[in-house]
């Protein structure tokens, strides 16, 4: 079974310029998680989509940030413009259900840099 | 202000000896707690988890061992062996559909 594919795996950007991650969930999983996680932190969710509603995206900031997952299967998260303090791994996951029972498979991430 | 904490940033074991990692919760909310392991340049992968309703649970060489009363955690892992280098995440939810809060990790050096 494959895993969560994420790309690109690195990406290296100036300040203010755009930034889009791409995400594809385990086939089947209804749920998919955006997380970032900064240097020497725990992830710490984005947000969270069932199908193609985002249902919890309280910590996306959303001056910024946009996700879409428009048939409910691979998700985009953008960045426009991206600032010093984006930089971090930007993690996706995804689970059968939404309950927190419901183990996650974490994709390897894209490590964005911007400088 | 975290709410799940590992106060040891690291922890270097000899392999066969056995690895200890502790987390520390202050939300008394949260009733379902879960570790997971993390390689470079990979995702975090689940490793085990427990219920509020045991104060135990194991999966081969890992334990964990959860103590309400204290909000505290522990991951056992016996016997350490090299393979198990790695960041753990302690990462705890309350029931439902509340996001999962993770520690800062824990990296692990298990020394042949």
């Known amino acids: 079974e494959a895993g969560v594919v994420q790309s690109p795996r690195y990406k290296i950007i100036e300040k203010k310029q755009p930034v889009a991650f791409w995400c594809n969930p385990i086939?089947?999983?209804?749920?998919l998680y955006w997380y970032r996680q900064n240097l020497g932190q725990g992830p710490e969710l984005l947000i969270r989509?069932?199908?193609?509603?985002?249902?919890?995206d309280s910590q996306l900031p959303k001056d910024r940030f946009s996700a879409e997952r428009l048939k409910g299967v691979d998700s985009t998260l953008k960045i426009q413009p991206a600032e010093l303090g984006d930089s971090a791994v930007y993690l996706c996951?995804?689970?059968?259900?939404?309950?927190?029972?419901?183990?996650?498979?974490f994709g390897p991430g894209t490590r964005l840099t911007v400088l | 202000d975290q709410q799940v904490k590992q106060n040891s940033p690291s922890l270097s074991v000899q392999e066969g000896r056995i690895s200890i990692l502790n987390c520390d919760y202050t939300?008394?909310?949260?009733?379902?707690f879960l570790w997971y392991k993390k390689y470079p340049a990979e995702g975090p992968t689940f490793l085990i988890s427990?219920?509020?309703?045991?104060d135990k649970n194991e999966d081969g060489r890992f334990t964990v061992f959860l103590n309400k009363s204290a909000k505290h955690l522990s991951l056992h892992i016996v016997p350490s062996q090299p393979g198990d280098s790695a960041v753990y995440f302690c990462?705890?939810?309350?029931?439902?559909?509340?996001?999962?809060?993770f520690g800062k990790g824990t990296r692990l050096s298990v020394i042949a």
């Open positions: 996951a995804s689970s059968v259900g939404s309950g927190s029972y419901n183990e996650q498979f």
């Open positions: 086939s089947g999983h209804n749920t």
């Open positions: 989509y069932e199908n193609e509603e985002a249902v919890d």
């Open positions: 939300n008394s909310m949260f009733d379902y």
């Open positions: 427990i219920s509020s309703i045991k």
């Open positions: 990462a705890a939810s309350s029931s439902g559909n509340t996001p999962l809060v």
